[in-house]
């Protein structure tokens, strides 16, 4: 974990070196991947459900949301990646919601930085080194 500062753009341009970009989702599906069966389950999905950013998105960073509303929370952003709805995430799944997702935020954020704590291997991490490159 460390604590970074990342506005819209670090995100935006990311996504936009498409080649990069999908360099970087192969490394984090096969992070991901604990059983290397080429799909990612609700359970290894989780790992990086919670290294999206959620809580603070749906409850506001002080709160402690009870355990049933959490699975919730993170049983409904599974379903907006498992596209065909069989119960687990491809490639082609999280390449493309990571994709939407990353946008959605860096138009959240605009052009005000903000500060973060990221996870060492995450994508919003690699974001940040790149454009520190
Ligand atoms: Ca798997
Ligand atoms: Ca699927």
Do not use: W
């Not at 670090?10 to 360099?23: G, R, S």
């Not at 609700?42 to 002080?62: A, K, N």
């Not at 379903?79 to 919601?97: I, K, M, P, Y």
């Amino acid at each position: 974990m460390s604590v970074e500062v990342l506005d819209g753009a670090t995100i935006l341009h990311f996504v936009e070196d498409k080649e990069a970009f999908h360099v970087s989702i192969c490394d984090r599906f096969d992070y991901l991947d604990a059983d290397r069966d080429g799909l990612l389950s609700y359970t290894e999905m989780l790992r990086e459900l919670q290294s999206l950013r959620v809580l603070e998105t749906h409850f506001g960073i002080d709160v402690k949301p009870d355990p049933s509303e959490l699975a919730k929370v993170y049983g409904s952003l599974f379903d907006q990646f498992d596209h065909d709805s069989n119960g687990t995430v491809d490639l082609e799944e999280f390449e493309a919601e990571t994709k939407m997702m990353m946008l959605a935020m860096a138009s959240g954020l605009g052009v005000l930085p903000v500060q973060m704590v990221l996870e060492k291997d995450s994508l919003l991490k690699k974001a940040v080194d790149r454009e520190s490159k």
